[in-house]
């Protein structure tokens, strides 16, 4: 008898746990959306906008609001919201209290190429990016592109050269010519012909090397052109009037 009484409190207690389960389980799949919110990485949302991304929705999915989540397909959404060219990741999910929410993470222009009579971002991925009506992004100017070589060059400069913090503030523009570079400075306005990427390292350390000099002589403007192409030291032309 005390057996039976235990497997008839073992079966009830089962079917309280699946009737709960259950009861979740439909009030989940159910649950209607309460709100719309786009989030960027670190609140950066400088080529595209909310906005744009809500209105990006409405176009594909029509007014999400107040539809029930089993009616929802995330994955779809993230993949309809990353086509956009603007945007490089991403993540939509529901939280808890019903609003869906949408995280982006933007592309990130490294350098802006200027050729035939117009012009395109290339991003950290190394892959080209179109101009923004929101925002201009204060990265190099190049010009000179012409072959797929001439912009992978470009990239490679970006992502190994301008990663020193000297570099990235002082470079502002970029000439691509025949497998070498030629640099626009923002101090002092000077040329650097850096010559291709053997050795930057050590290009860095040379042209970091003059300009304490110069700086603490006083003597950077009297310099038109620096010249990094020889093995141990820094060649520079000096202004006509200098």
């Known amino acids: 008898m005390i057996k039976y009484k235990t497997h008839i ?4 207690f089962i079917l309280l746990i699946l009737g709960l389960f259950g009861f979740v389980n439909h ?3 159910n649950r209607i959306i309460t709100d719309i919110q786009v989030e960027f990485e670190q609140g950066d949302n400088l080529f595209i906008t909310d906005e744009t991304v809500n209105n990006l929705l409405i176009q594909n999915f029509g007014n999400l609001k107040n539809k029930s989540k089993e009616n929802i397909f995330l994955k779809v959404i993230e993949e309809k919201v990353e086509e956009n060219e603007m945007i490089e990741n991403a993540e939509v999910y529901l939280s808890v209290n019903g609003e869906l929410k949408t995280k982006i993470t933007q592309r990130k222009p490294i350098a ?3 050729v035939n009579g117009g012009a395109y971002y290339l991003d950290s991925k ?3 990016m179109p101009l923004s009506k929101n925002y201009s992004a204060r990265v190099p100017i190049v010009i000179g592109v ?3 070589l001439d912009l992978k060059l470009v990239y490679q400069f970006c992502n190994t050269v301008l990663k020193d913090t000297f570099m990235e503030k002082q470079i502002i523009g970029i000439q691509v010519r025949r497998n070498e570079l030629k640099l626009k400075t923002r101090l002092g306005n000077q040329v650097i012909l850096f010559g291709n990427l053997s050795k930057s390292e050590l290009k860095i350390k040379k042209l970091k090397a003059f300009y304490q000099k110069v700086i603490a002589d006083k003597t950077l403007k009297k310099y038109s052109k620096i010249n990094l192409k020889f093995k141990n030291q820094v060649v520079c032309t000096k202004k006509v009037n200098g």
């Open 146 to 148: 012409q072959s797929d």
């Open 9 to 12: 409190k073992t079966t009830v």
């Open 126 to 128: 190394g892959k080209k």
């Open 112 to 114: 802006r190429i200027q």
């Open 27 to 29: 009030r989940n799949s």
